[in-house]
């Protein structure tokens, strides 16, 4: 599986900004999809993950209410709408896939390039 991550880009506090992540093979889509992120000096934390079907999602408590994670398999992409974003929020987002529906890092064995969200206060 092969993931590309697009749409970060620099916003204002309380701006909208959507992800998307865009993934090749011939079953990427039966795969969990999640969206991590890392902000400087910091580790990488879990945001949001979708199960392969749609039927599924969590959130980090940090983002609940303000991001909606969704998938188009027909599109093979899956997407982060993140609204009310806050300085906080700045951070390297990647997308990644994984067999099982999980929100522990080491669980998930494909990764995307990293998309820079800025958000100025």
């Known amino acids: 599986v092969q993931l590309q991550a697009s749409g970060g880009g620099l916003v204002q506090a309380g701006g909208s900004l959507r992800l998307s992540c865009s993934a090749s093979?011939?079953?990427?889509?039966?795969?969990?999809l999640g969206w991590f992120r890392q902000a400087p000096g910091k580790e990488r934390e879990f945001v949001s993950a979708i199960s392969w079907s749609g039927a599924r999602t969590d959130y980090a408590d940090s983002v609940k209410g303000r991001f909606t994670i969704s998938r188009d398999n027909g599109k093979n992409t899956a997407y982060l709408q993140m609204n009310s974003l806050k300085p906080e929020d700045t951070a390297v987002y990647y997308c990644?896939?994984?067999?099982?529906?999980?929100?522990?890092?080491?669980?998930?064995?494909?990764w995307g390039q990293g998309t820079l969200v800025t958000v100025s206060s």
């Open positions: 990644a896939a994984s067999r099982s529906f999980a929100v522990v890092p080491g669980t998930f064995g494909f």
């Open positions: 093979g011939r079953t990427a889509m039966s795969y969990t």
